[in-house]
């Protein structure tokens, strides 16, 4: 079980980047797939999730708006298309998956049971 997240980058603020979380080792489908930040000196926080029992998506309130999150179960792919790209959001992301296809708990990122490695977005003029 493996998730391999990338797309990172040093963008401009008001740019945009699309992360990707790829997945190996088991399906996409069953699980509910989220991504979690990690500023420099902060405690992660969730971003956004996206369960695989209904496609519910969730967001954070610094992010609504601004973030998509999607899935390509044929591709064993979750992406994050991020806009509007802001200093404040420069940090590590991270994909996870949740223990089953309900996101409703994404928040909680004591909730994931399997992280990727993370991937850098700084967002810097």
């Known amino acids: 079980v493996q998730l391999q997240a990338s797309g990172g980058g040093l963008v401009q603020p008001g740019g945009s980047l699309r992360l990707s979380c790829a997945l190996s080792?088991?399906?996409?489908?069953?699980?509910?797939i989220g991504w979690v930040r990690q500023a420099p000196g902060k405690e992660r926080e969730g971003v956004s999730c996206?369960?695989?029992?209904?496609?519910?998506?969730y967001y954070a309130d610094s992010v609504k708006g601004r973030f998509t999150i999607s899935r390509d179960n044929a591709k064993n792919t979750v992406y994050l298309q991020m806009n509007s790209l802001k200093p404040e959001d420069t940090a590590v992301y991270y994909c996870?998956?949740?223990?089953?296809?309900?996101?409703?708990?994404?928040?909680?990122?004591?909730?994931?049971?399997?992280w990727g490695q993370g991937t850098l977005v700084t967002v810097s003029s």
């Open positions: 996206i369960s695989s029992s209904d496609g519910s998506t």
């Open positions: 996870a998956a949740g223990p089953g296809g309900n996101g409703s708990r994404w928040s909680d990122t004591g909730w994931y049971d399997y």
């Open positions: 080792g088991f399906p996409l489908d069953p699980y509910a």
